[in-house]
């Protein structure tokens, strides 16, 4: 990879700001005017008020998974006396990539905002953060949300080698190994048990989720385990639309390789360590860490299942951003290098750019991991009754557009929560990427995007479908149109067949034409 290359992908990591969101939370429970209280099955809470809002943060939906609960299905949350304070968050869970030091394997927590005045029970949306399966928190807010009629619920999962582990000792009929997946069945579980209580209508959830979390919504589209758990799902910039998965069995010596390179004895002894020496850095902790199948919490790959009809019969939007390949720096993938060179020359073609261009390749990684399998599994939908939707998001802040290549990775998210921030660039970045030093603010286009783009979301989880009084209509997918909304600097439309040729050459690469 080219010194360019990296710089450009670095630099537009930098140039778009990322979301931070705080909570509040109760439903058509009366509600203190400085701290609103709410009652659940597990006992009282202490939320906090805002401008409208009330969040309740790191509400406890499953047991701590310590000691003997390590590497186990999420087990119930103890019930508490007296009234418990819901104003901060709970830890992260462990990862080893992280600058907040507040982790802790005691970490399975949600956070909830809701409007302070509710007439009537609202839609509820259940977000599942990114982050590879092996980084990220629940730590996003949700007042927009909230402030725009919606329930809005974060969650904390299992990462790392806590969220997906392999073990013999683990093979005894209870499901094993996609931990991370049982942890937000279970954070669904309670949304259906307990939303209610928060002014939240139980019967219509959507889930969605960035990244690693558009691809658990993919794989909740398929978990038996999940069924009538949400009613609706978005898929942003999901990885796992059209390569297998691998299967349990790939990852069954894993466990005792560690137990031996930790110098312990079976699942008791890897038990017994405290969760900072499982959780250290090896070359292969996030293959080791990513989901598989295992029969029981995902039967069969995204793909196979979308194919057979087999998906959760829920209305679905997918979509990907236009430069995707901003995450090869921190993620790269050799074999699509490897792919792109052995078929260059129609990679040439189908993108109609020159093999020495520093773009095609990131052009190309972003194609492969998100785009075409966004667009496949929305394609895929048409094996069940419900509709689905795609988009194409293309969209940077305006004041950075001339340096950007398109939509980073995650770009997106500012957007979706309506949470748009200045990005401050320095001297000292401004000299090593050529740009301008200087704050590039939010111009009102920027804000008019955001807002569009939160309510076809909310329209969605509303209503089954993105229908927005006054915005473009976004039509639902079909195969032979190939319709796509893009949302980009030019304006935002719905076009047909966007990047055609090259999702039309990845789809086909997959299906042995590589």
Known sequence: MSVLQILLKRFTLLIVSGVTLTLVGSPLVAADSVRPEVSISSGQLRGTLEEGVRAFKGIPYAAPPVGDLRWRAPQAAANWSGVRDAADYGPICPQQRSRNRDQDEDCLTLNVWAPAEIKAPLPVMVWIHGGAHVNGSGRTGGETFASNGVVLVSINYRLWRVGGFNHPELATGEPSVNFAVLDQVAALRWVAREIHAFGGDPRRVTIF?????????????????AAGLFHRAIAQSGANGLGPLRSADVVAGFGERLAANKGVKGLAGLRGLPWQDIVDADAAYRVESSPVVDGVVIPESVSDAFARGHQHNVP?????????????????????????????????????????????????????????????????????????????????????????????????VAYVFDRLRPVE??????????????????????????????????????????????????????????????????GVQAQSGVRRAQLDLIENGYRGGF
Do not use: C
């Open 209 to 225: 989720g960035v990244s690693a979390g558009g691809s658990y919504v993919n794989l909740l589209m398929v978990s038996p385990l």
């Open 425 to 490: 660039i320095g001297p000292v970045v401004a000299d090593r990427f050529n740009v301008p030093a200087g704050t590039y603010g939010v111009s009102e286009r920027d804000l008019q995007v955001a807002k569009m783009l939160q309510q076809y979301w909310i329209g969605f989880a509303r209503a089954g479908s993105p229908a927005v009084a006054g915005q473009p209509v976004w039509p639902a997918y079909e195969p032979e149109g190939d319709v796509a909304l893009v949302i980009s600097n030019e």
């Open 316 to 412: 679905y939007i997918a979509g990907a951003n236009s430069y995707e390949g901003s995450l090869a720096a921190a993620i790269p993938i050799p074999a699509y290098q490897r792919i792109m060179q052995e078929n260059i020359e129609r990679v040439e073609a189908a993108y109609g750019m020159a093999a020495d261009d520093p773009l095609l390749p990131l052009l190309f990684y972003g194609d492969m991991l998100f785009v075409a399998p966004s667009r496949h599994l929305a394609k895929q939908m048409q094996t069940v009754s419900a509709p689905s939707w795609l988009y194409h998001f293309d969209y940077v802040l305006e004041a950075t557009a001339p340096y950007s290549p398109g939509a980073r990775h995650g770009g997106e």
